[in-house]
């Protein structure tokens, strides 16, 4: 039995009366066979480890994903956006693993300008569809987020209801990186939670620019975000970006905005008009909705439901989800490309040379992409002839 009398807390008055009759244990300084023993039979006989220290196999992954283990699935997405090249093969082993059970979720992509209402709209949105019975995981794709910048957590504490449900899972954005990588990791992370049993996944676009068009690539229906009193080109919402959007929702249509928001909902209906429809055979409108009073969200339900029914029985749903497919394979290998261009060490080498050379006049664009390529190309080749004699080559060691 520990004696508890002999180590006091910080806090215990110097003075010993004899009145003070709070001790605490001593501290351990590392763990030792009888401290494990103490916590765990099993831990001391050997047959686990201490779970902080547990590594899991491919296999203990996709088993845990597929039961729907939060906390499995929390680690797997961690393995999935490691840029550790160790845990690359891992990583994909597990996909491979989870692959049948992928694809089964309605996606749904979601924009608007800064502020427009998005988190908001999740938030209440996904609680509503927890309530009727559906599991929901929540994602965003952020190519500027990053650690430091602290957005991160942003998204966590402005879900604060949602986050704490057991039916709802959010991610927020992988840090930084390339809009490529970040693309990779949010399309790997929204399959493994399909893996686990989410059947409605709700991708928040940040930040601007390019993420919506990567966005849209990744899901079934995408909605666009707008507030009222301002047209297009107030908002800064490019015509480009409601050519992508399946549904138009004038956010906070509320209080003494309600009457603005149906006049904006109307300007939208308009505009639309002229614009070609994102999805084929679908319509787009524009709906009003407010996060806060959760007016017009499961009206906004019954329209994806709507959207879904009609694409599935036109086939548009999986000729959509076939060409993303192949379209990520495609963008893949574009990424892939580039990289080894332009990480190329004798390319690199040779850049500001041939830089110089354009802008001094002395040779042409084109003749500098002709002499970069050949200069890759040679270098490639090289490359190759010096794998075919390296001594692990299977040829060398006939
Ligand atoms: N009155 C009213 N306010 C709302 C509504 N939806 C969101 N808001 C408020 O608008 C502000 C911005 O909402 P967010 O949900 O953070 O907007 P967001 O589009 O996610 O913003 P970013 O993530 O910064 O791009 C918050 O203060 C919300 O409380 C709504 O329907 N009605
Ligand atoms: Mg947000």
Known sequence: MPDYTTSKPEWAPEEDDGKFACGVMSGIDGITDTTVGNLNPALKDGTMKPKSKMILSADDFIKGVASGDRGILSRAITLIESNNPRHFSKAQRVLQGLLPKTGKALRVGITGVPGAGKSTTIEAFGNM??????????????PTSSVTKGSILGDKTRMGTLSRRPEAFIRPSPAGGTLGGVARKSRETMLLCEAAGYDVILVETVGVGQSETTVRSMVDFFMLIVLTGAGDELQGIKKGIMELADAIVVNKADGDNYLKAKVARGEYERMIEYIRPATEGWRTHAYLASAVTKAG????????????????????????????????????????????????????GRMPEIKDAVLGGTISPTQAVAELIHIFDVQRATQRHVDLFHPENEIMKK
């Open 129 to 142: 569809l927890c309530d009727m019975g559906h599991r929901v995981a929540v994602l965003a794709v952020d």
């Open 297 to 348: 969200l499961k009206e906004l339900w019954d329209v994806i439901r709507a959207f879904s029914k009609v694409t599935h029985d036109s086939g548009v749903f999986q000729r959509r989800r076939d060409s993303q497919l192949l379209d990520w394979v495609h963008s893949m290998i574009d990424e892939h490309l580039h990289n080894l261009f332009f990480d190329d060490p004798v390319v690199l």
